[in-house]
């Protein structure tokens, strides 16, 4: 390794040079060969484009440092150049497997800056997709992991229920992903008619297809041996890094902001919290597969009691008016061509707006100076903080616990490097 | 949230026992904000989490008051599980002298997300285990996150300045 | 003498000219490209700094050993497998006492920790 | 009900099958089997066949970078099937892979291991620049990303952010039948608008 390029020689520098002391101190003095290998940008157990420098002993993994930045798009540079309601197409493609949470989380934020008040209908209706969003991003998490676990069919299970909710979302929105189907304000639109009936249809199919995957997997011995008892992390050391989301209620703390600080009039329904309690790689994937259980009830509740009335707010200053309404009232129009051209005004200040998403608390920070653009936003993604928990997780482990514990983890490449 | 009144408890005590540490207070839509002198920074969060029982540090985010002087800031949001409070430490540094102590020794979550600020802002942390870029290339000059920072991109080509296009759509 | 060898011996020479032939014609009418990183180990797209003179750990070596030892015993016993009902009890008999040594030494190497990655 | 015979025109569907019955029979000689063997032997040429093999059974490399990936992992399964044409083994490695789907946005830091990884994909390879970003840098013109065509050529762009599942099947069979080297028509030669091409003074003009 003679030219060895002065990035990698700097990398390595840092913290690993006195492991191979440590580890031969700890193995009485026979000092063992230290082989840096990069689980790299393109690899197909990493779910995107993470890349982890790891420092392997043989089998065992002794140092792992992710390294991250291979889809940093600039997001939140390029919001900042844009008017508050077209930040939304922008915010989706963030986290892009739930695009619903980042869009709910920069409105919810908004709307608390305007001191914006959301039509009881519009929150039904944003819970409902929230949720939807919520079951889909764990079918994809639990389609992918057991795909890296050797449980190769349920890929094609898993993409099946996905393709459900996809229509469902394009029945809804028009499109499949990043619909911008929230609204600064409320929906978009309203529910076209035939909606609640396919929900209806698919909350009635949708436990029992869980309740598959929980067979197919719950007594899978090879999936156990995986997962049961594998690299747990203690809820300290998780508060510590600022885990949240599953991993942390894998470890036994059941934060959850649907339950604690409620949003989008999540304290009407009624449904409960999975929690873990050993908190290795097998808690954090019951938790997951818990959960979807969970979010059909809240479907299904929301459902329910699904309000009439409108489904974007009533106030012209933010919300364009309807169509039909341009034709007869001038006052309409005036308030269309501002919104459209340079859109709604924000008062000054700053704010932080935390919701529950898949994998954690997602929060968004927005700094307004009173223009029609937002002065900074910034989104707190779970993925990029739970990310440093990998290395006390894998320390000591072998590479096949790495992978599977990469699975349970689930980063979303897009959210940690925005 | 802290309300008004426990807003201003929390200054007074924080102000007492660190002489000279809180600079202001503001209370803007329920949420409560205290602007701290940033070289008490480590101290303020330690007593923070000790008294006030803010034991969660949920984000370290940085931005830039681009016309206001001190120009970079950097935000931490502290959050208490048991009572479900959350509270702001704000703290402004100018451009000339950006160097903040970083807080990763006693909150290990602040590790990436001070690099991003550094990587993003240039703020510098002293005291932080390995300050380097994390998102931006490692040679990457500048800092783009901040507002004098052109947003790049190509121009958009249309027949009028097609001429003066990249050349790499011939 | 030679009668009886003949056919593997036209096997073995026809195995050899066949292999020779498609490498010959490969090299002599494949397309001449020389792309530099395309010698170069693939590392996850990132130059990779791991030269041809790697040495790997002792372990990989010893489970290799182990699963060559219990594979070519596996080997050996499709032929008999096959066409058990025509060599009758005596082969089974053989089989038998076959794969019981060989358990004898897989309970050893278990015993003895060797499957244990150290 | 009387049987009634029609009499069988040679040469008409029902004459062949008659034909290809009598031959699996083996009822077949003579100057009749030579004629039969004459008409259903298809005559090409060596490209041909070896380009109907590869175009049927390529080897995408798993490359997901973000949005794209998910409607790429959907492509893969079960609605929208790319097995339905062979090209459902995605391989991790480009050793093994003919086609890289650029699925995502590539980036500044990620675009050196695009280009890497796609000079040691093995000869003949092709590559799909799916959804805007990779494209044309689509919803984010900024400093972060950088367009697939800067840097490495592309054969196929699929539009769309992220693109259905359809379309990018639609990119791949059109990808498929330029590979059979009889590309599909341009909208420029299906509506004839030859000319209107914005060419810039100064540039040669295409395929010179």
Redesign the interface.
């Given at each position: 390794?003679s030219t060895?390029?002065r990035y990698?020689a700097q990398e390595e520098s840092i913290t690993l040079s006195p492991l191979e002391e440590q580890i031969a101190a700890q193995r009485g003095g026979e000092t063992?060969?230290l082989?840096?290998?990069?689980?790299?940008?393109?690899?197909p157990a990493t779910h995107g484009v993470l890349?982890l420098l790891v420092t392997l002993?043989?089998?065992?993994v002794r140092e792992l440092k992710p390294i991250v930045g291979y889809v940093h798009t600039g997001i939140e540079k390029t919001a900042e150049q844009k008017a508050y309601w077209k930040v939304i197409p922008v915010i989706e493609r963030m986290d892009y497997l739930s695009y619903y949470f980042n869009a709910m989380a920069f409105c919810g934020a908004v709307e608390t800056l305007l001191e914006c008040e959301v039509p009881k209908r519009a929150q039904y209706l944003r819970v409902i997709h929230l949720e939807l969003n919520r079951i889909m991003s764990h079918l994809v998490w639990l389609g992918t992991s057991a795909l890296d676990l050797g449980a190769i069919s349920m890929f094609w299970y898993c993409f099946r229920e996905r393709e459900t909710i996809l229509d469902l979302f394009e029945f809804s929105s028009g499109q499949r992903m990043h619909t911008r189907y929230f609204q600064v304000g409320g929906v978009m639109e309203d529910i076209p008619a035939g909606f609640e009936a396919k929900l209806r249809e698919f909350i009635a199919i949708m436990p029992g297809r869980a309740d598959q995957y929980a067979d197919l997997l719950r007594r899978n011995e090879i999936l156990l041996q995986r997962l049961r008892g594998v690299c747990p992390l203690d809820e300290e050391t998780l508060l510590g890094l600022g885990v949240t989301g599953p991993l942390l209620r894998a470890a036994g703390n059941p934060w959850d902001l649907r339950k604690a600080a409620p949003y989008t009039s999540y304290e009407d329904f009624e449904f409960k919290i999975p929690v873990g309690t050993v908190g290795d790689n097998y808690d954090r994937f019951a938790v997951r597969l818990a959960e979807i259980y969970e979010s059909v009830k809240i479907i299904e509740q929301a459902l329910d009691g699904l309000p009439e009335g409108p489904h974007i707010t009533e106030d012209r200053k933010i919300a364009l008016p309807p169509r039909h309404e341009l034709a007869t009232s001038m006052e309409a129009l005036i308030h269309h061509f501002k919104l459209v051209t340079e859109g709604f005004r924000v008062p000054p200040g700053e704010i932080y707006y935390p919701i529950e998403s898949p994998r954690g608390e997602l929060g968004c920070f927005i700094r307004s100076d009173g223009s029609s653009k937002p002065a900074r936003v910034h989104m707190r993604d779970p993925s990029f903080v739970n990310l440093q928990a990998t290395a006390p997780m894998v320390r000591g482990a072998?590479i096949a616990d790495l992978i599977a514990t990469l699975a349970m983890l689930d980063p979303i490449l897009g959210g940690i490097d925005r | 949230m802290p309300d008004q009144v426990g807003l201003e408890l929390i200054a007074g005590q924080l102000a007492s026992k660190i002489p000279g540490a809180v600079r202001q207070t503001t209370f803007f839509r329920g949420r409560g904000s205290v602007e701290i002198e940033p070289a008490t920074v480590r101290g303020v969060l330690a007593s923070l989490r000790a008294d006030h029982g803010y034991r969660a540090l949920m984000s370290v985010h940085g931005v830039d008051y681009y016309p206001q002087e001190p120009r970079l800031g950097v935000h931490y949001e502290l959050l208490d599980m048991e009572r479900v409070d959350r509270l702001t430490v704000k703290l402004r540094v100018a451009l000339a002298e950006p160097r903040v102590e970083s807080v990763t020794p006693d909150w290990p979550t602040a590790d990436h997300q001070e690099r991003e600020i550094y990587d993003m802002f240039g703020v510098q942390f002293d005291g932080h285990p390995d300050l380097r870029r994390i998102l931006m290339p490692e040679d990457y000059e500048g800092h783009p996150q901040r507002r004098d920072f052109p947003i790049g991109g190509e121009p958009v080509l249309f027949t009028h300045n097609d001429a003066t296009g990249p050349g790499w759509t011939r | 003498m030679i009668r009886t060898y003949l056919p593997a011996i036209v096997f073995l020479a026809l195995g050899a000219i066949v292999g020779t032939t498609f490498a010959v014609l490969n090299a002599a009418f494949g397309?001449r490209?020389r792309?530099?990183?395309?010698t170069?180990p693939?590392?996850?797209?990132?130059?990779?700094?791991?030269?041809r003179g790697f040495?790997f750990?002792i372990?990989?070596y010893l489970i290799a050993m182990l699963f060559i030892l219990f594979d070519i015993e596996t080997i050996f016993l499709y032929p008999i497998a096959a066409e058990l009902r025509a060599y009758g009890t005596f082969a089974l008999g053989e089989l038998i006492t076959f794969v019981v040594l060989l358990a004898v030494a897989f309970v050893y190497v278990w015993r003895r920790g060797a499957l244990e990655?150290? | 009900m009387a049987l009634t015979r029609e009499p069988i025109e040679p040469g008409s569907l029902r004459a062949r099958q008659m034909l290809a019955r009598d031959m699996l029979r083996g009822d077949l000689e003579g100057f009749e089997l030579e004629q039969h063997v004459e008409q259903s032997l298809l005559l090409t040429t060596l490209d041909k066949a070896v380009a109907w093999g590869r175009s049927n059974s390529i080897y995408p490399a798993t490359f997901g970078l973000a949005c794209c990936a998910i409607e790429m992992m959907s492509v893969v399964a079960a609605r929208v099937d790319i097995a339905r044409f062979g090209w459902e083994a995605f391989r991790a490695?480009?050793?093994q892979a003919d086609l890289l789907i650029l699925s995502g946005r590539v980036s500044i830091k990620m675009a050196p291991?695009?280009r890497?990884?796609y000079?040691?994909m093995?000869?003949p390879k092709w590559a799909i620049a799916m959804g805007a970003c990779s494209s044309s840098m689509g919803v984010f013109n900024n400093y972060a990303i950088v367009p697939a065509d800067k840097f490495m050529p592309i054969d196929v762009h699929v539009p769309g952010c992220p693109p259905r599942p359809e379309a990018l099947m639609h990119g791949i069979l059109k990808l498929r039948k330029m590979i059979q080297d009889d590309p599909d028509m341009g909208w420029r030669e299906r509506y004839d608008a030859e000319g209107t091409e914005e060419v810039l003074e100064g540039a040669e003009p295409a395929g010179a």
């Amino acid at each position: 390794m003679s030219t060895r390029s002065r990035y990698r020689a700097q990398e390595e520098s840092i913290t690993l040079s006195p492991l191979e002391e440590q580890i031969a101190a700890q193995r009485g003095g026979e000092t063992t060969e230290l082989l840096t290998l990069n689980i790299g940008p393109h690899h197909p157990a990493t779910h995107g484009v993470l890349r982890l420098l790891v420092t392997l002993e043989g089998e065992i993994v002794r140092e792992l440092k992710p390294i991250v930045g291979y889809v940093h798009t600039g997001i939140e540079k390029t919001a900042e150049q844009k008017a508050y309601w077209k930040v939304i197409p922008v915010i989706e493609r963030m986290d892009y497997l739930s695009y619903y949470f980042n869009a709910m989380a920069f409105c919810g934020a908004v709307e608390t800056l305007l001191e914006c008040e959301v039509p009881k209908r519009a929150q039904y209706l944003r819970v409902i997709h929230l949720e939807l969003n919520r079951i889909m991003s764990h079918l994809v998490w639990l389609g992918t992991s057991a795909l890296d676990l050797g449980a190769i069919s349920m890929f094609w299970y898993c993409f099946r229920e996905r393709e459900t909710i996809l229509d469902l979302f394009e029945f809804s929105s028009g499109q499949r992903m990043h619909t911008r189907y929230f609204q600064v304000g409320g929906v978009m639109e309203d529910i076209p008619a035939g909606f609640e009936a396919k929900l209806r249809e698919f909350i009635a199919i949708m436990p029992g297809r869980a309740d598959q995957y929980a067979d197919l997997l719950r007594r899978n011995e090879i999936l156990l041996q995986r997962l049961r008892g594998v690299c747990p992390l203690d809820e300290e050391t998780l508060l510590g890094l600022g885990v949240t989301g599953p991993l942390l209620r894998a470890a036994g703390n059941p934060w959850d902001l649907r339950k604690a600080a409620p949003y989008t009039s999540y304290e009407d329904f009624e449904f409960k919290i999975p929690v873990g309690t050993v908190g290795d790689n097998y808690d954090r994937f019951a938790v997951r597969l818990a959960e979807i259980y969970e979010s059909v009830k809240i479907i299904e509740q929301a459902l329910d009691g699904l309000p009439e009335g409108p489904h974007i707010t009533e106030d012209r200053k933010i919300a364009l008016p309807p169509r039909h309404e341009l034709a007869t009232s001038m006052e309409a129009l005036i308030h269309h061509f501002k919104l459209v051209t340079e859109g709604f005004r924000v008062p000054p200040g700053e704010i932080y707006y935390p919701i529950e998403s898949p994998r954690g608390e997602l929060g968004c920070f927005i700094r307004s100076d009173g223009s029609s653009k937002p002065a900074r936003v910034h989104m707190r993604d779970p993925s990029f903080v739970n990310l440093q928990a990998t290395a006390p997780m894998v320390r000591g482990a072998y590479i096949a616990d790495l992978i599977a514990t990469l699975a349970m983890l689930d980063p979303i490449l897009g959210g940690i490097d925005r | 949230m802290p309300d008004q009144v426990g807003l201003e408890l929390i200054a007074g005590q924080l102000a007492s026992k660190i002489p000279g540490a809180v600079r202001q207070t503001t209370f803007f839509r329920g949420r409560g904000s205290v602007e701290i002198e940033p070289a008490t920074v480590r101290g303020v969060l330690a007593s923070l989490r000790a008294d006030h029982g803010y034991r969660a540090l949920m984000s370290v985010h940085g931005v830039d008051y681009y016309p206001q002087e001190p120009r970079l800031g950097v935000h931490y949001e502290l959050l208490d599980m048991e009572r479900v409070d959350r509270l702001t430490v704000k703290l402004r540094v100018a451009l000339a002298e950006p160097r903040v102590e970083s807080v990763t020794p006693d909150w290990p979550t602040a590790d990436h997300q001070e690099r991003e600020i550094y990587d993003m802002f240039g703020v510098q942390f002293d005291g932080h285990p390995d300050l380097r870029r994390i998102l931006m290339p490692e040679d990457y000059e500048g800092h783009p996150q901040r507002r004098d920072f052109p947003i790049g991109g190509e121009p958009v080509l249309f027949t009028h300045n097609d001429a003066t296009g990249p050349g790499w759509t011939r | 003498m030679i009668r009886t060898y003949l056919p593997a011996i036209v096997f073995l020479a026809l195995g050899a000219i066949v292999g020779t032939t498609f490498a010959v014609l490969n090299a002599a009418f494949g397309p001449r490209r020389r792309i530099p990183a395309k010698t170069q180990p693939y590392e996850c797209g990132l130059p990779s700094e791991i030269k041809r003179g790697f040495r790997f750990g002792i372990s990989f070596y010893l489970i290799a050993m182990l699963f060559i030892l219990f594979d070519i015993e596996t080997i050996f016993l499709y032929p008999i497998a096959a066409e058990l009902r025509a060599y009758g009890t005596f082969a089974l008999g053989e089989l038998i006492t076959f794969v019981v040594l060989l358990a004898v030494a897989f309970v050893y190497v278990w015993r003895r920790g060797a499957l244990e990655w150290r | 009900m009387a049987l009634t015979r029609e009499p069988i025109e040679p040469g008409s569907l029902r004459a062949r099958q008659m034909l290809a019955r009598d031959m699996l029979r083996g009822d077949l000689e003579g100057f009749e089997l030579e004629q039969h063997v004459e008409q259903s032997l298809l005559l090409t040429t060596l490209d041909k066949a070896v380009a109907w093999g590869r175009s049927n059974s390529i080897y995408p490399a798993t490359f997901g970078l973000a949005c794209c990936a998910i409607e790429m992992m959907s492509v893969v399964a079960a609605r929208v099937d790319i097995a339905r044409f062979g090209w459902e083994a995605f391989r991790a490695s480009p050793r093994q892979a003919d086609l890289l789907i650029l699925s995502g946005r590539v980036s500044i830091k990620m675009a050196p291991v695009v280009r890497r990884i796609y000079d040691q994909m093995l000869e003949p390879k092709w590559a799909i620049a799916m959804g805007a970003c990779s494209s044309s840098m689509g919803v984010f013109n900024n400093y972060a990303i950088v367009p697939a065509d800067k840097f490495m050529p592309i054969d196929v762009h699929v539009p769309g952010c992220p693109p259905r599942p359809e379309a990018l099947m639609h990119g791949i069979l059109k990808l498929r039948k330029m590979i059979q080297d009889d590309p599909d028509m341009g909208w420029r030669e299906r509506y004839d608008a030859e000319g209107t091409e914005e060419v810039l003074e100064g540039a040669e003009p295409a395929g010179a």
